[in-house]
């Protein structure tokens, strides 16, 4: 009886989740390269429904150059005003793949991304890994400064690409209670 | 009957947590370990105008600051008021650690070389540690290369020294207002009568207005505390704007300064607001 019930627990809306997870974001242009890396993003997945949730502080992107990221903070992304980048998502395919089991699986995640105050509806095609109870979920998609209302002033729109990438990289764990 | 009220808290516990919203999970796992963020870009350059800020160069990176300071505007035409004349000091300053920087500048007034070390003792925070201010110390020793007059004095290299130590508290209100106070102590191995003070004390207040992303409107003035310097010599009051593009900040204003060390523009400030005896000046920044 005393399995069964925690096994019901342990099933029943199982939640995985970080709190160090891992964002980069770059852009590539002939003037520069600029990268960026986040290691403190957070996310949480319901294996169940499918449903996502991430949120990070934009201030905690580590630039190479301190100027980059006091520019990106001050003028971009307008940090103080709008502290967080949060992507609320559903996984579409999700009746096919079943979290639960070992291996790997390619999962399209609908989301919808908030950056700027501005928010925006992705298409994002993910991997997720199951390795012994272990996730990791994986993306790599692209977004576009404009779609933010993120301005970029003409002095230096060479320096900045149309698509910057977002790579993504969440080793989630269970949920304690 | 333990057994049963196990299963049930469980199955509670099961579906209380479907109920929840994930978000509200997410929240909730955050709010457990709340992170420190600390206040950024309180000021955009390692100087408001003539003061320190508590802004320091980024580990490893290294200022380099041209500063001008022109002559009198009531020079009038023939000095096309003041731009024929100006001091200028070229400075550097390096980040050692993300709370340290060392300085080193040269300035025309009396030929001076100074040398500086700010630290900051707090930063500004929210989250885990909640700090209201920013609180750096600066101390500065300056050599002044001037040739000595020809007065049959004996002097001696000590005689050229003059020393500053500064607290600067800071703190980034919002998005727009940053102020800051600077206490300051100053100390001259050689003053020029007897009744001059070796030892002054002054109160700094300073502060921006940010009007744009780039752009932002700067005051700071010096309040030198009762005694034979603040009857002799003008409180140093200057007020500017700041412009940012890219790897530059610029600052232009208006100023009764021209000395642009701690030491010397505090204490020994002769031109007057009220008589007109304004300067325009500027400072470039530029981060390598």
Redesign the interface.
């Known amino acids: 009886?005393?399995l069964?019930?925690?096994f019901?627990?342990s099933t029943?809306?199982q939640?995985y989740?970080t709190?160090n997870g891992y964002i980069r974001f770059f852009s590539a242009t002939p003037m520069e390269n600029i990268e960026a890396v986040n290691n403190?993003a957070?996310?949480?997945l319901?294996i169940e429904?499918g449903?996502?949730?991430s949120?990070v502080?934009l201030?905690?992107f580590q630039f190479e150059?301190?100027?980059m990221q006091?520019?990106f903070?001050?003028?971009y992304v307008?940090s103080?005003?709008f502290?967080q980048a949060v992507l609320?998502g559903k996984i579409i395919n999700l009746d096919k793949i079943e979290i639960n089991k070992q291996g790997s699986k390619q999962v399209q995640i609908n989301a919808d991304l908030t950056i700027h105050g501005v928010t925006k509806s992705l298409e994002i095609p993910a991997t997720i890994l199951n390795n012994n109870g272990e996730i990791t979920a994986t993306a790599i998609f692209t977004v576009k400064p404009p779609d933010f209302e993120i301005k970029i002033p003409k002095?230096?729109a060479n320096n900045i690409a149309k698509e910057i990438e977002v790579t993504v990289k969440f080793n989630l764990e269970p949920?304690k209670? | 009957m333990r057994?049963l009220a196990?299963?049930i808290s469980?199955?509670l516990?099961?579906?209380w947590?479907?109920a929840q919203n994930?978000?509200d999970?997410?929240d909730e796992?955050?709010a457990e370990?709340p992170?420190t963020?600390f206040a950024?870009?309180t000021f955009k350059s390692v100087q408001l105008i003539n003061s320190h800020t508590t802004k320091l160069?980024?580990k490893g990176?290294l200022v380099f600051l041209i500063a001008h300071r022109f002559g009198p505007i009531s020079a009038g035409f023939s000095d096309l008021w003041g731009l024929d004349l100006a001091t200028i000091r070229l400075g550097f300053e390096y980040g050692l650690t993300q709370t340290t920087s060392l300085g080193f500048g040269r300035s025309t007034y009396k030929s001076n070389y100074d040398l500086f070390a700010k630290q900051l003792l707090l930063r500004q925070s929210t989250g885990e540690r909640n700090m209201p201010i920013t609180l750096g110390i600066i101390g500065s020793a300056n050599i002044s290369s001037d040739k000595w007059p020809d007065d049959g004095r004996n002097y001696l290299f000590a005689h050229r020294m003059s020393y500053s130590l500064q607290f600067i508290a800071s703190r980034k209100f919002?998005?727009s207002i940053s102020l800051m106070l600077m206490p300051t102590y100053i100390h001259r191995n050689l003053v020029k009568t007897t009744a001059d003070q070796n030892d002054i004390l002054a109160i700094g207040a300073g502060g921006r207005f940010k009007v744009s992303?780039?752009v932002a409107l700067t005051a700071e003035y010096h309040y030198l505390l009762p005694g034979q310097t603040a009857a002799d010599f003008k409180n140093p009051l200057s007020v500017g704007v700041d412009i940012e593009?890219?790897?530059h900040v610029f600052q232009l204003f208006f100023t009764n300064v021209s000395a642009i060390y701690d030491a010397a523009y505090i204490s020994e400030t002769t031109a007057s607001w009220l008589k007109g005896n304004v300067r325009f000046g500027f400072n470039i920044s530029r981060?390598f």
């Open positions: 009886m005393l069964l019930a925690l019901s627990a029943f809306g939640k989740f709190r403190q957070s996310c949480i319901d429904t449903e996502v949730v949120k502080l201030q905690a150059k301190a100027l006091e520019h903070n001050e003028n307008e103080d005003k502290p609320k002095a230096v949920v209670k | 057994k196990l299963i469980l199955l516990i099961a579906i947590g479907l994930i978000e999970i997410l796992q955050l370990k992170k963020e950024t870009a160069p980024d990176d919002n998005r992303n780039r593009t890219g790897g981060t």
